[in-house]
C-alpha cells in the first residue's frame, strides 16, 4: 500500500506511507532471491509475517 498523508504536522510537504504487504514483498524478491528452498518456505507462511522485509530472505540463507 503506498498513501501519501496531509497533516498539519507537515504543512510543508507530504509524508510518503509505504507498507507492502507481506505478498507484494514476497514477489518482489522472487525477482532475485534464488534459493527455491527458503524461498518457497517464506511464501507459506505469509500469513504469519507482520512486517514484510526483503532482509528476511537473506537472514534465513545466513542460518
Known amino acids: ?3 501519501f498523508v496531509d497533516s498539519e504536522e507537515a ?3 507530504q ?3 509505504f507498507q507492502p504487504t507481506a ?5 518482489k524478491a522472487g525477482e532475485w532471491f ?12 505469509l500469513d504469519q509475517i507482520p512486517a514484510p ?3 528476511l530472505y537473506y537472514r534465513a540463507r545466513e542460518l
Request: glycine share 6%.
Open 23 to 27: 505478498l507484494e514483498v514476497h514477489r
Open 53 to 55: 522485509s526483503m532482509r
Open 34 to 45: 534464488d534459493e527455491s528452498e527458503i524461498y518457497d518456505f517464506v511464501g507459506e507462511r
Open 11 to 13: 504543512p510543508r510537504g
Open 15 to 17: 509524508v510518503l506511507v
Open 1 to 3: 500500500m503506498l498513501s
